[in-house]
Structures are given as structure tokens and as C-alpha cells.
């Protein structure tokens, strides 16, 4: 099993450019996560979702969409970058609740400049 | 404000020594975790509490809910090399809320 991989690994933007991050499990997870890590912040949660085709705001939502369409994959998108969106962003999973074992990807670091 | 305060955030000490990290928070949670995570990678749990007053050992960490599940601490006997990471605490306030994390302490065992 690869766990949680994600795609990219590192990307740089200009400000007002758009990507999508892709998180894929292969772990048969219902719930998915994407959270940013800021140094001295922890992790703060973006949006997650609780099964295929949902999704739910998180903590720090604003900037960022998402999209559930398979239940392996879970993508988030930055339509118009800021450099306040420079941050090391990882996706995780776990089986059915919130209280289970997270299962975190290695991470994207975006750097928008 | 955070909802989980973790006290140290930087800890650097000589192998051999032992430590704690505390995790504290003003609110109940139903459910705690400790995460560490190494440069370059993401967090992996180490352990899971659930009931006040609850101590869960691994080799020569132990780990402590408080009995208000207000706080938690994670002891560190005879510290080692590969001890070094960044832990983090996570608790959830309810059974079905999202988990919140501290800003995590950042450890660093010198040889």
C-alpha cells in the first residue's frame, strides 16, 4: 500500500495564478482532510470531507476549493493564489471518524511569490 | 488564540535526559493524540487517550489525559537521537467534531 500520496511535492506561483493539489489514498478511507502547517500555527484545517461527494469548510477555508469526486482522491484548488498561501500543505485520511488514526501524505510545500 | 496551548516550543537537551511536553487547554475534549512529525514529512500518531486520567506507555514515552480531559503531557525517559521531531497534540471536543491541533513542540536530542 502507498498510503497517502500527494502531488506536487514543491510548486511555486505568481501571485493570481491557479493550481490543484492532488491527494490520493489507497486505504479505502471515508474521510479526507487538507490542512496548511505554518511555522509556530500547528496544522489548521482547510476543508475535509466525510464521504465521496461531500465536502465541509474547515477552520481556514477562504481562498481554497475542493472537490471529492472519487473516494480515493481529494483535491484542492487555489483559484487565485496570494503569497499569504505560501505553506506546507498536507492531506490526510482516516477510516470513519475524526477520533481515528489520521494518515498524513509527505506534503506539498507551495511557495507564491 | 489557540485551542490547544503546547508548552514547550523549543526543547533542546543531551541524550540521556529525560523531559515532558505539556498540551493544555480551558476546554473538555473527548479524545487526544499525539502526533511527531520529522523534517520533510507529515505527522504520524503515536497514541490515542480517551479517559480521564488515562496513561498509555510506549517504550520510553508515557502519555497522560488529564482527569478533567483538559490537558495532556508526553514524558520522555532516557531521550535519544531519533527522538528528535516536532511533536504535536490533537484532540477532538466532541465525538463527531473535527480535531484541533497545538502548535507543537519542536524537540531536539544532541548526541
Same mark, same amino acid.
Given at each position: 500500500?502507498?498510503?497517502?500520496?500527494?502531488?506536487?511535492?514543491?510548486?511555486?506561483?505568481?501571485?493570481? +495564478?491557479?493550481? $490543484?493539489?492532488?491527494?490520493? +489514498?489507497?486505504?479505502?478511507?471515508?474521510?479526507?482532510?487538507?490542512?496548511?502547517?505554518?511555522?509556530?500555527?500547528? &496544522?489548521?484545517?482547510?476543508?475535509?470531507?466525510?464521504?465521496?461527494?461531500?465536502?465541509?469548510?474547515?477552520?481556514?477555508?477562504?481562498?481554497?476549493?475542493?472537490?471529492?469526486?472519487?473516494?480515493?482522491?481529494?483535491?484542492?484548488?487555489?483559484?487565485?493564489?496570494?503569497?499569504?498561501? =505560501? %505553506?506546507?500543505?498536507?492531506?490526510?485520511?482516516?477510516?470513519?471518524?475524526?477520533?481515528?488514526?489520521?494518515?498524513?501524505?509527505?506534503?506539498?510545500?507551495?511557495?507564491?511569490? | 488564540?489557540?485551542?490547544?496551548?503546547?508548552?514547550?516550543?523549543?526543547? !533542546?537537551? +543531551?541524550?540521556?535526559?529525560? &523531559?515532558?511536553?505539556?498540551?493544555? %487547554? !480551558?476546554?473538555?475534549?473527548?479524545?487526544?493524540?499525539?502526533?511527531?512529525?520529522?523534517?520533510?514529512?507529515?505527522?504520524?500518531?503515536?497514541?490515542?487517550?480517551? $479517559?480521564?486520567?488515562?496513561?498509555?506507555? &510506549?517504550?520510553? &514515552? =508515557?502519555? +497522560? *489525559?488529564?482527569? /478533567?480531559?483538559?490537558?495532556?503531557?508526553?514524558?520522555?525517559? /532516557?531521550?535519544?537521537?531519533?527522538? =528528535?521531531?516536532?511533536?504535536?497534540?490533537?484532540?477532538?471536543?466532541?465525538?463527531?467534531?473535527?480535531? =484541533? *491541533?497545538?502548535?507543537?513542540?519542536?524537540?531536539?536530542?544532541?548526541?
Amino acid at each position: 500500500n502507498a498510503g497517502v500520496t500527494q502531488t506536487p511535492k514543491f510548486r511555486v506561483l505568481k501571485t493570481g +495564478q491557479s493550481m $490543484t493539489l492532488l491527494c490520493a +489514498q489507497d486505504m479505502n478511507h471515508e474521510y479526507m482532510y487538507w490542512y496548511r502547517q505554518d511555522p509556530g500555527m500547528g &496544522l489548521r484545517l482547510i476543508h475535509y470531507s466525510v464521504g465521496e461527494g461531500t465536502t465541509a469548510k474547515g477552520e481556514v477555508p477562504d481562498g481554497y476549493n475542493v472537490s471529492r469526486l472519487k473516494k480515493q482522491n481529494f483535491l484542492l484548488g487555489l483559484e487565485s493564489a496570494a503569497p499569504s498561501q =505560501t %505553506s506546507v500543505y498536507f492531506c490526510a485520511s482516516s477510516y470513519l471518524t475524526v477520533q481515528e488514526t489520521q494518515y498524513f501524505g509527505p506534503g506539498t510545500r507551495l511557495l507564491v511569490l | 488564540t489557540q485551542l490547544l496551548e503546547q508548552s514547550p516550543q523549543f526543547l !533542546s537537551i +543531551q541524550e540521556g535526559e529525560n &523531559l515532558t511536553v505539556y498540551c493544555n %487547554s !480551558s476546554s473538555v475534549f473527548s479524545s487526544l493524540q499525539w502526533y511527531r512529525q520529522e523534517p520533510g514529512e507529515g505527522p504520524v500518531l503515536l497514541v490515542t487517550v480517551v $479517559t480521564g486520567g488515562e496513561v498509555k506507555k &510506549l517504550k520510553r &514515552l =508515557t502519555f +497522560q *489525559f488529564g482527569d /478533567a480531559r483538559k490537558d495532556s503531557s508526553l514524558h520522555i525517559t /532516557a531521550a535519544q537521537p531519533g527522538d =528528535t521531531g516536532l511533536y504535536l497534540c490533537a484532540g477532538a471536543r466532541t465525538s463527531g467534531s473535527r480535531l =484541533t *491541533f497545538g502548535e507543537g513542540t519542536q524537540l531536539t536530542v544532541n548526541p
